[in-house]
């Protein structure tokens, strides 16, 4: 990486490597476009975790491949077992939804697979990032070791996060750091935010269950529509009177089923739907309210009821001090004028489940090609980006890994 344009005006006088080589830039492009080529669902990476292993260990690197199967851990320089590491975490799944796009050549070659959500560009800064703070390492650059973590199945719920954990990736791990593509932000720039930046997401699936028998006589038996349509009223307001208010807590439907015919009262009845809220404390405590405001209505219709309650992931909450690292680094790699505050987001993301064990933070990477007026969003078969955020990317996570260990070592 060229040293031609440094920066010494951040605590400790850190002199942070210029911008990413044209020859290294082409090479990620690329490498980006053949991922986004080869789609692959979560916990079924083979091919993507094989090109990354491949270009690791062209960098001189040692990675290892998780024990699920797919998705990688790797150490860039020499971990003394006390020194706290600094973590970069990537996912590397796509989505089950066809690419509509028919502009680029680099559109999915996988029936009803895509990268819809970005997932190839976080892959894609991570192992440039880890490109070059290798070579950094080699020439005695690197003030403290950093590790990189390729992700399964974070479309998947729980997330594969747990699974990654599981397999020892947070062992000695004092930060992590990770980046997600924002279509409402230009290239170039990044969205940062302190404290809760994504929501929890949780879903439920609940059955209802009665004698059932005649219209005619509901007073004989368990009026058990009824009781399934309380539950849809009452257990929404119920649950967000019992708890505060700025939680955002929130049940919300997707699924009602019972019944056939119109004079016979069913003894089953279904619903799903799912439970958001946007704060930790509330995310924690909303198993207990659910449960309790489904049985109390459940109890008054005389009606069985089997909830199963399946935790998806809870918000992803921002450490002040490690944001503050991300600001520091983008600020010296793109200006003040190139961080935007960004607002939560009622989507979820497995990288909580990192922040639950050591403190992190994620920021929004812009992927909007500037002056670009078109609304954008993630999860649709048109998605793509403006590949700028890549080099954006790659000299952002290497900045942080340079402050963070120079600060560590203050």
């Known amino acids: 990486m060229s040293r031609e344009s440094e920066t010494d005006d951040l605590p400790g006088s850190v002199n942070l490597p210029g911008t990413l080589p044209e020859t290294l830039r082409a090479e990620l492009i690329a490498f980006r476009r053949d991922l986004h080529m080869h789609p692959e ?131 000695g791990v004092g930060a992590i750091v990770a980046v997600h593509c924002d279509p409402k932000v230009d290239a170039g720039s990044i969205g940062l935010r302190s404290g809760p930046i994504t929501s929890a997401c949780d879903r439920l699936e609940i059955s209802l269950d009665g004698p059932g028998g005649h219209t005619a006589r509901p007073h004989l038996t368990t009026d058990l529509v009824t009781a399934a349509a309380k539950v849809v009223t009452e257990v929404p307001s119920l649950v967000a009177r019992r708890a505060d208010a700025r939680s955002g807590l929130a049940v919300t439907w997707g699924r009602i089923e019972s019944g056939h015919a119109p004079n016979v009262i069913p003894n089953h009845a279904e619903l799903s739907g799912t439970v958001r809220c946007l704060d930790l404390p509330t995310w924690r405590a909303a198993p207990d309210l659910v449960h309790a405001a489904i049985d109390e209505i459940a109890t008054v219709h005389r009606a069985k009821s089997q909830i199963d309650y399946i935790r998806g992931v809870p918000p992803v909450v921002n450490d002040p001090v490690v944001t503050e690292l991300i600001r520091d680094a983008q600020a010296a790699r793109g200006g003040v004028e190139s961080i935007e505050d960004t607002e939560q987001s009622l989507g979820g993301e497995d990288f909580s489940w990192y922040l639950e064990h050591v403190p992190g933070a994620l920021a929004r990477l812009g992927v909007r090609r500037p002056g670009d007026t078109v609304r954008r969003d993630l999860h649709r078969g048109d998605f793509d980006v403006d590949e700028e955020s890549i080099r954006v990317g790659v000299e952002l996570f290497t900045a942080v890994a340079l402050l963070y260990g120079h600060r560590d070592q203050d």
């Open 41 to 171: 669902l979560g916990n079924q990476e083979f091919r993507t975790t094989a090109a990354i292993k491949a270009r690791l260990e062209l960098a001189g690197l040692a990675p290892k491949v998780l024990g699920m199967g797919t998705g990688l851990v790797c150490d860039i320089g020499t971990w003394d077992g006390v020194q706290p590491l600094l973590a970069l975490r990537a996912d590397i799944d796509a989505l089950p939804i066809p690419d509509t796009k028919t502009n680029v050549p680099y559109s999915s070659t996988v029936p009803e697979r895509a990268h819809a959500c970005g997932h190839d560009v976080h892959t894609t800064t991570v192992l440039g990032a880890g490109i070059v703070l290798a070579e950094l390492d080699r020439e005695g650059l690197l003030p403290a070791p950093v590790r990189l973590i390729f992700q399964p199945a974070e479309e998947v719920l729980p997330g594969g996060a747990p699974d990654a954990i599981e397999c020892g990736v947070l062992d």
